[in-house]
């Protein structure tokens, strides 16, 4: 099953033109960067009656997803403490949506990390970022109890999966507008926009979509540069742009030495919607979170 091949497109006002479309729907069938156990467990996770039996059945029969699972199922991040040996212990431990939180992580993650020459420089640099990105993301979510199961990790993995496709798609151009440098503010959303005909939040969120990813996810991938401009999600959306900014910080000046958390908007905009006193916690805490989020990229590798 295919379904960048086989599903009929609604097409959203937002989406990228049809010609790049095409040819990203071609990229990412030669590189095939879906089993079919993820595609199908996609499916399956958007169903309403979803349930932890079929995507155990379904994650069953790819290997690959059954370690991802009990790799991600043992790590600090979603809250272990004894070790969990089988995926039957896995899934009767972490619930439902963790589950399904994690199997969306499992396929961000196989599309990344997926060596690809001659950019495996590239893949490998935005590989650390979209990795430092989720799991500062999650540490976020713990620190200010903001109540999301994992959907925060899998959407910081995949937040720039458009940088991917747009260097896969259009090398050169790609290569002028973006060249990885950890400054993703508004001017690389304009560059892309002026070389390419479009951007990679708004390719990211229209491939994810085409590839039925939960609304959640695509919503945040789309607005992870303008969260202020979500109109669902915007917690997760808020979220992600947040632990982006952060991030970029980190990886651009090896510290956060410099760093000034009244300046991030997704903090702001995650205090306007209800996170208690976020700026003032982080103002104290984020050295910490930091530690926790550098700790999980290594229990990641
Ligand atoms: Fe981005
Ligand atoms: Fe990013």
């Known amino acids: 099953m295919n379904v960048l091949h086989t599903a ?11 010609e790049i479309q095409a040819k990203v729907r071609r990229i990412a069938s030669d590189f095939q960067v879906r089993s079919d156990a993820a595609l199908e467990a996609l499916e399956v996770i958007r169903e309403p009656e979803c349930s932890i039996r079929s995507l155990v059945a379904i994650a069953r029969r790819d290997p690959r997803l059954t370690t991802d699972i009990l790799k991600f199922a043992n790590s600090a991040l979603f809250g272990s403490r004894a070790r969990i040996a089988s995926l039957d212990q896995a899934v009767m431990r972490l619930g439902l949506t963790s589950c399904k939180n994690i199997i969306l992580a499992c396929i961000a ?35 200010l109890s903001i109540g999301l199961q994992g ?35 508004m001017d690389l959303i304009v560059r892309e926009n002026q070389e390419l005909g479009t951007n990679h939040a708004t390719l990211g969120a229209w491939f994810t979509d085409d590839m039925r990813f939960p609304a959640s996810i695509v919503s945040s991938i789309r607005f992870h540069h303008q969260p ?13 742009a947040a632990a982006d900014e952060i991030a970029n910080h980190y990886q651009r000046r090896g510290s956060l030495i410099g760093y000034d958390i009244e300046q991030n908007k997704g903090i702001t905009l995650l205090e306007d919607h209800g996170v208690f006193d976020a700026r003032e916690k982080l103002k104290v805490s ?14 990641s590798k």
């Open 286 to 299: 984020l050295g910490k979170v930091m530690e926790r989020a550098f700790r999980d990229v290594a229990e």
């Open 109 to 143: 993650g196989s599309m990344l990390k997926r060596p690809s020459q001659p950019y495996l420089e590239f893949t490998s640099v935005l590989w650390s970022h979209s990795l430092l990105t989720a799991t500062t993301a999650s540490n976020l979510n713990l620190e």
């Open 228 to 240: 202020e401009e979500a109109t669902e999600s915007l917690c997760l959306s808020a979220l992600i």
């Open 8 to 18: 009929v497109q609604t097409q959203g006002s937002w989406y990228p033109d049809r």
């Open 151 to 185: 959907e925060e990790y899998a959407a910081g993995l995949i937040h720039d999966v458009g940088r991917l496709l747009l260097r896969l798609a259009e090398p050169a151009k790609a290569a002028l507008a973006d060249p990885m440098d950890f400054q993703e503010s």
